[in-house]
């Protein structure tokens, strides 16, 4: 069939039972073949057409479990993309660094903003890291010092890597973060903006071009054409508004803890498990 659609149940209550499948059926959704991929944990069905959006977010509303559909025939992926902050890490990095110039909640009530595509992203990276002017660079390394790393994002990346997968982290935040991130997860490269340091303290001001949505994009596109592979064997994370067009690029594109204006706009999200979710959606065996 040419289409699979995966339930995957969360990791932390590990069950599944045929209630989901029963009201996948009853709204008229056609499975020719089930079949279970994970004890308790995960099951394909096998359809002709792709699950619909509203019916996806029926069964995500109604049994607290994550539900991905995507064609059959592209499932195996060679490229990886991934945004970092509230994906591979559960904070936002730049409000965190702000905390050390007590500027926090500020800074976080503009992130919020731009995350939820309210804001013009360009403007509103200057306007927050020049309110950050100032602040001595050791305020980086402890910041990343204290970045948690989000549930199953590191096996994911082993088991991403095993199967031969380049893993790429794409970050409209800062590259001083995403190389921390990339290290210690295992990514084969990354990319983010550029803070400008003056004199040992933050000169308020990052360097241009600012890495934004369109960024991402062309960085997915950019990383196919020089692998030799296609988008259709590319597939990407994310969880804001600066990820909708990279994710809309991928063959799978998933939205992760994924806000309103995505959710709005794709049919694939994780929303109860971590990111470890991804490996069951890629048919995948855990490393």
Do not use: W
């Not at 009201?23 to 959704?29: E, V």
């Not at 607290?64 to 945004?83: G, H, N, P, S, Y």
């Not at 905390?99 to 903003?113: E, F, N």
Request: charge should be neutral; hydrophobic fraction near 45%; aromatic fraction near 6%.
């Amino acid at each position: 069939m040419p289409y699979v659609t995966t339930l995957i149940a969360p990791q932390q209550a590990p069950f599944f039972d045929d209630a989901p499948l029963r009201a996948m059926a009853k709204a008229g959704f056609r499975t020719e073949t089930r079949a279970g991929i994970a004890p308790q944990r995960a099951v394909d069905v096998l359809s002709g057409s792709p699950a619909p959006k509203d019916l996806m977010d029926d069964i995500r509303a109604t049994y607290k479990i994550d539900i991905v559909t995507q064609k059959a025939a592209t499932r195996k992926k060679r490229l990886f993309m991934a945004d970092m902050d509230a994906t591979m890490v559960t904070e936002e990095t730049l409000d965190e660094l702000a905390a050390h110039a007590g500027l926090k909640d500020k800074i976080a009530a503009i992130t919020t903003r731009a995350m939820n595509g309210e804001l013009d992203f360009k403007e509103a990276v200057r306007e927050r890291v020049g309110l950050l002017r100032g602040l001595p660079v050791t305020a980086l390394a402890d910041t990343a010092a204290r970045m948690t790393f989000t549930k199953g994002g590191a096996q994911l990346l082993k088991t991403l890597k095993a199967n031969g997968v380049h893993c790429v982290l794409v970050s409209g935040g800062f590259q001083f973060f995403t190389n921390h991130v990339a290290a210690a997860l295992g990514f084969h490269e990354n990319h983010g903006n550029v803070l400008q340091i003056d004199g040992g303290v933050l000169a308020g001001t990052v360097g241009e071009p600012i890495l934004d949505k369109n960024f991402k994009k062309k960085c997915l596109e950019d990383t196919a054409a020089r692998m030799g592979t296609t988008l259709a064997e590319a597939v990407a994370i994310g969880d804001g508004a600066n990820d909708l067009p990279m994710l809309e690029t991928a063959a799978l594109g998933v939205g992760f803890q994924s806000k309103q204006l995505l959710r709005d706009a794709l049919p694939n999200h994780i929303l109860f498990g971590g990111l470890d979710t991804l490996i069951y959606a890629l048919g995948l065996e855990p490393a």
